[in-house]
């Protein structure tokens, strides 16, 4: 069995074939397609955060409204940029969304990406420590979020407060309790993956990774998730890590499908320069299910991981991608022993 979500990354524009043109568009959009793959019966609605950028960037108030009008699947980010983020403020907004999803939030974190402006976390009133570089920054933010989200007293209580306070030092609130177990790191290389099973978070792995081996995209994936493993182990976690993966993957069963996406179907991994190292790009699947099914036995990250995202072409609609959702569930994933 394996886990089946969505992974969206919210743009918008006026472009021609466009059915998102605005950011109130795709808020809506993201609200009607998780209750869409509810109904299908995926298992996750995931949505990426960009700052500066014609996509979706505060994550929160979507979260929250996705977990007033679902009931069943979980609801995350893949991911949220530490660099940005007031640990502080942020545990609030996330244990009351998580409390609004019935504890159904899943939140995929990390140091963040090639941004759209220069050191944007700058004009959010964030500046690294003397001696650190900004994504030390991010890892530090993820470990006080972590602190935090442990729900242990740490502030003196006023002597003399507005309400009464329960003895001892005071937590945030409010509080959700579980939550800190469903915290994600972003990995973009081996050493990270590890870093995340240090810290006991779950581990999300994306459609690019540092080239650190020069092997095929899914074989270096599928030691990195090997290395997180048996780093988690070493470190003595009680509880069993949870390990995801990203792809596109788009079965071809109508014209219109093929007329989407019939080119992408030899697609292969590509390797480029981000953020000044070399990293490797995941390919594209597309096809009839039944060739896709014999594609998928192949990668071996996603047989080792227990979840898979499936990035979805938002721009596209409600309709059209709760069918690319459907065809998956349906026609590939019985397929390949995940339902």
């Known amino acids: 069995m394996k886990r089946i979500g969505f992974l969206s990354f919210g743009h918008w524009s006026a472009t021609p074939g466009s059915v998102a043109r605005t950011a109130s568009d795709v808020l809506l959009q993201s609200i009607d397609l998780a209750v869409a ?43 949220i940029d530490m660099r940005y983020e007031n640990p502080l403020y942020m545990a ?38 003397e001696g650190q570089t900004d994504a030390d920054m991010g890892r530090r933010h993820a470990e ?44 973009g290389s081996d050493a990270t993956a590890e870093w995340a099973a240090d810290l006991g978070v779950n581990l999300m792995s994306s459609t690019l990774k540092a080239d650190e081996s020069g092997e095929p995209f899914h074989v270096q994936q599928r030691k990195q998730i090997e290395k997180f493993r048996e780093r988690w182990a070493s ?44 990293a490797v790009f995941g390919r594209s699947y597309a096809a009839e299910p039944d060739q896709l099914v014999e594609q998928l036995r192949g990668d071996e990250a996603i047989a080792a991981a227990d979840t898979l995202l499936l990035t979805v072409p938002n721009q596209l609609g409600v309709d059209y991608n709760a069918h690319v959702l459907e065809s998956i569930v349906k026609l590939v994933a019985p397929a390949l022993g995940w339902r």
């Open 235 to 278: 470190a003595g976690w009680e509880r069993e890590p949870r390990v995801s993966v990203s792809r596109s993957i788009f079965p071809i069963v109508n014209e219109l499908d093929r007329s989407y996406f019939g080119r992408d179907g030899n697609s292969a991994d590509q390797v480029g320069e981000i953020d000044n190292f070399r």
């Open 37 to 79: 793959a509810e109904e299908i019966g995926a298992d996750g609605a995931y949505f990426r955060v960009h700052h500066f950028a014609r996509q979706l960037a505060s994550p929160f108030p979507l979260l929250a409204a996705i977990g007033a009008k679902t009931s069943k699947i979980e609801i995350g980010t893949g991911v």
């Open 92 to 129: 609030e907004d996330a244990g009351a969304a998580d409390l609004i999803a019935g504890g159904r939030l899943q939140l995929g974190i990390s140091r963040g990406s090639p941004e759209q402006v220069i050191d944007g976390w700058r004009y959010f009133g964030f500046e690294p420590a």
């Open 144 to 187: 006080v979020l972590l602190e935090l989200l442990k729900g242990e007293g740490f502030a003196q209580p006023n002597p003399r407060p507005m309400f009464p306070n329960p003895p001892g030092l005071l937590r945030l609130e409010p509080h959700s309790p579980g939550l800190r177990d469903r915290i994600w790191w972003g990995a």
